[in-house]
Nanobody, 121 residues
Framework: QLQFVESGGGLVQPGGSLRLSCLVSRFPSNYYVIGWFRQATGKEREGVSCISSTGGILYADSVKGRFTISRDNAKKTVYLQMNSLNPDDTAVYYC???????????????WGQGTQVTVSS
């Protein structure tokens, strides 16, 4: 089982940027995917982006062109750079691990506690 600690959330004005960090207890030795998800109040959790151990990257249409996912193996951290934020991005952001590539929540396990992102003027 992996442990995740998300950080970097906060309050930002529309049009602003934040960088989220997901510290992973360890990267698996076999193929893995680390995903970022978000859950807004009253809504279901949705996939935002994921990155695989082989470098594959996927974004949800709603964040494509605005968000960038990256990984630093030495720091055991996966980042989510979020630009041009708007109020619809307000949510708790989580990371988790999967053994298959994709943004379906059912693929993922070992969820972190999340970090709150609020976009408001």
């Amino acid at each position: 089982q992996l442990q995740f600690v998300e950080s970097g959330g906060g309050l930002v004005q529309p049009g602003g940027s934040l960088r989220l960090s997901c510290l992973v207890s360890r990267f698996p030795s076999n193929y893995y995917v680390i995903g970022w998800f978000r859950q807004a109040t009253g809504k279901e959790r949705e996939g935002v982006s994921c990155i695989s151990s082989t470098g594959g990257i996927l974004y949800a249409d709603s964040v494509k062109g605005r968000f960038t996912i990256s990984r630093d193996n030495a720091k055991k951290t996966v980042y989510l750079q979020m630009n041009s934020l708007n109020p619809d991005d307000t949510a708790v952001y989580y990371c988790a691990v999967a053994s298959q590539f994709g943004l379906s929540e059912s693929l993922y396990r070992d969820w972190g506690q999340g970090t709150q992102v609020t976009v408001s003027s």
